[in-house]
């Protein structure tokens, strides 16, 4: 039986990702920093795993503050303790104030430049030497392809999620013919989320986050290296397997969600990619 971390798995898109990988057999690390559920932050790693186990699978409750790297690191380290080993690891966690530089202060950016690229340098930092040695493994992080739009008033969030993403693009260099692989999902459309409900936004915009947690799937078991230093969008990856009914994934059954994402992405390569002026010492 394969396993899997999830880091920021206690509600939303983490909790989904977290039970359609059970489902699928895998054993799942689900970390997060909520360990108690209330009103106001409704979900937490305990009820996501008491919700696998429900069904008949193997999980673990892992309180991670990805602050830390030390919470991650013994996140990583719980899951190969429990599970004798990791298949794949997964960030979802993610801190997001979506304003103008003007407007997001220095404090607030620090938060998010310490959840979301910080934490998931920490969490691929802990992994890699386990995934190299085994010369196998899969690392997903949730952040977009890199394209001017996205930096259109909310630049400070921009700054820290496209910094994932530079992550996997300059990694898969690294990794290539190692049998490791990193790759990138982001949404098509809204995902009907925590944030998204405290948003207010309507259903009709919405998709549910089984069609991000299927996507994932799909990254997971891919055998080869093909995804390797891809940034995907999850329609978009489900279409190139086959999926062409994606009204099960509505929200609201009678409107399919208006596509957010742009529908081809700028390439970032060059004419002198392989070419390097200061090679290194």
Not at 65 to 92: M, P, Q
Not at 249 to 271: G, T
Request: aromatic content about 8%.
């Amino acid at each position: 039986m394969k396993s899997c971390l999830v880091i920021g798995a206690s509600r939303g898109i983490g909790r989904q990702i977290a039970l359609t990988f059970s489902a699928n057999g895998y054993k799942v690390g689900v970390a997060a920093k909520t360990t108690e559920s209330t009103d106001k932050l409704p979900g937490s790693i305990h009820t996501v795993v008491q919700e696998i186990k429900s069904t008949g699978g193997t999980a673990v409750p892992i309180q991670c503050d990805v602050r830390s790297e030390h919470e991650i690191k013994s996140a990583v380290e719980t899951c190969i303790e429990r599970f004798g080993d990791l298949d794949v690891a997964i960030y979802n966690a993610g801190a997001i104030t979506w304003d103008t530089v003007k407007d997001t202060p220095l404090k607030r950016y620090d938060l998010m430049q310490s959840v979301n690229v910080r934490g998931a340098y920490c969490m691929v930092q802990e992994i890699l030497p386990r995934f190299l040695e085994r010369k196998k493994g899969k690392i997903i992080l949730v952040s977009p392809p890199i394209y001017n739009r996205f930096f259109k008033g909310k630049t400070p969030y921009a700054i820290t999620k496209v910094g994932m993403t530079v992550l996997v693009h300059g990694l898969a260099n690294e990794l290539k013919d190692t049998g490791v692989s990193i790759s990138t999902l982001w949404p098509a459309t809204g995902i009907k989320s925590f944030v998204t409900d405290k948003m207010n936004l309507p259903d009709k915009l919405m998709r549910k986050p089984d069609i991000f947690a299927d996507a994932m799937m799909t990254l997971a078991n891919e055998q080869s290296d093909k995804y390797n230093g891809q940034a995907l969008i999850d329609e978009d990856l489900l279409r190139s397997v086959g999926v062409t009914d994606f009204s099960k994934y509505r929200c609201d059954p009678e409107h399919e969600p208006e596509r957010m994402m742009p529908r081809q992405f700028p390439s970032l390569k060059v004419d002198e990619e392989n070419y390097d002026v200061f090679p290194k010492l």
